[in-house]
């Protein structure tokens, strides 16, 4: 805590000096306490610094005590959400985190529209995130006008990050050959999901994996994987499908570094009732049915992300105006949904879910603080 403290003070702060009141450190350190602490919008967030402002001055200055709903607000929607983010990252750094050290890292990349920021005279922010699946984190995001934006921010994005060695998924959007070409010109690998908008490399790909001929010579070959799980009360089947025989796709040059193409075969089955999804994506991986069909699913964190936005915080019901604002607002989110994943929290024994850790967390906010971030 006291690593992060230090780094606060480096943030640029853009107010005329004469005139501010409260630090910007004060303002970030109660902002980041009072999302964790289940406060969602600028009112509930300057109350949880009133109620504990004795506390938080163990930690920041509050020299003129605890600033209004507004002065946080307008404060941070002048800090620049670059350095925001540059903040997350470098704590995300200090935990050292080892899981999936040995894997690959599965990158994924997806957009969200920040409904609560729509105003009638312009339309809402749509935030473009890199997250990172195996950590659990969000290593970069774009903030654009309008969800079909997301094919020019990608590739600004994907600069902006580390992704050597890693495999960026992406859905039907973002299958462009540009974009495929930046990730391998960053020494990546790709997964891209494939639908209509690229239609005859879809129908073609779809076409060959409709043949059973094909199907049967790729489980011989052991490219074949199947999982049975049950999840939200039905039963789900999943099979996988990849082949490095492409040499009769006449698009494959247009890909940089292409190397296999995948089919996902879900059926969902619930109260006898069955119903059964396909989905294809090109990649620049080779033959490797664990590895395709793990970056093929692990696609849903981010998805799950974009959910624990809305739901564990509401994002969408928080209707900020100021752009700058919102987009910091949602890098501290994703920061304390970071948090949340990591924090060991129960209530008479029983684990709890990102939303109700968060409540728990409310009722002994300082105990949280002091026991499980050690600030």
Not at 189 to 197: E, F, Q
Request: aromatic share 8%; proline share 1%; with cysteine.
């Amino acid at each position: 805590m006291e690593k992060l403290l230090q780094w606060m003070e480096y943030i640029e702060d853009v107010r005329q000096e004469k005139k501010i009141r409260h630090k910007l450190k004060d303002i970030l350190v109660i902002v980041l306490f009072a999302t964790l602490a289940n406060a969602d919008d600028w009112v509930e967030i300057a109350e949880f610094g009133e109620v504990y402002e004795d506390y938080l001055k163990k930690y920041i200055g509050l020299e003129n005590g605890v600033p209004s709903h507004d002065t946080i607000q307008r404060v941070m929607g002048m800090v620049s959400p670059e350095s925001m983010q540059q903040l997350y990252v470098k704590w995300q750094g200090l935990l050292d985190s080892r899981e999936g050290e040995a894997l690959k890292r599965i990158v994924c990349i997806d957009g969200k529209t920040m409904r609560g920021n729509r105003r009638k005279e312009e339309k809402p922010l749509h935030i473009v995130s890199a997250w990172s699946k195996e950590d659990g984190f969000c290593m970069g995001q774009k903030a654009v006008m309008e969800k079909s934006n997301e094919i020019t921010a990608i590739p600004m994005l994907l600069e902006n990050i580390q992704i050597k060695g890693s495999i960026v998924t992406i859905d039907a959007m973002g299958t462009q050959t540009a974009i495929a070409e930046k990730i391998k010109s960053r020494h990546g690998d790709y997964m891209l999901a494939v639908k209509g908008n690229q239609k005859t490399l879809y129908n073609d790909i779809k076409d060959y994996f409709s043949e059973k001929e094909f199907l049967r010579k790729i489980k011989e070959n052991g490219s074949y994987k199947k999982s049975i799980e049950k999840a939200h009360g039905q039963l789900e089947t999943r099979e996988y499908y990849q082949t490095g025989d492409i040499k009769w796709l006449c698009q494959r040059k247009d890909w940089k570094g292409m190397k296999s193409i995948i089919m996902e075969r879900k059926v969902l089955e619930k109260k006898g009732r069955q119903h059964t999804e396909y989905r294809y994506y090109i990649s620049s991986i080779a033959e490797d049915i664990n590895l395709a069909s793990r970056a093929v699913r692990g696609h849903w964190s981010v998805e799950s992300m974009h959910w624990h936005l809305d739901v564990t915080f509401r994002e969408d019901y928080n209707i900020t105006a100021d752009k700058t604002a919102a987009q910091n607002h949602n890098i501290i989110r994703k920061w304390c949904l970071s948090v949340l994943k990591l924090a060991e929290l129960s209530l008479k024994n029983k684990r709890l879910s990102l939303k109700k850790k968060r409540f728990a967390i409310s009722l002994k906010p300082i105990k949280f603080l002091e026991e499980v971030l050690n600030v």
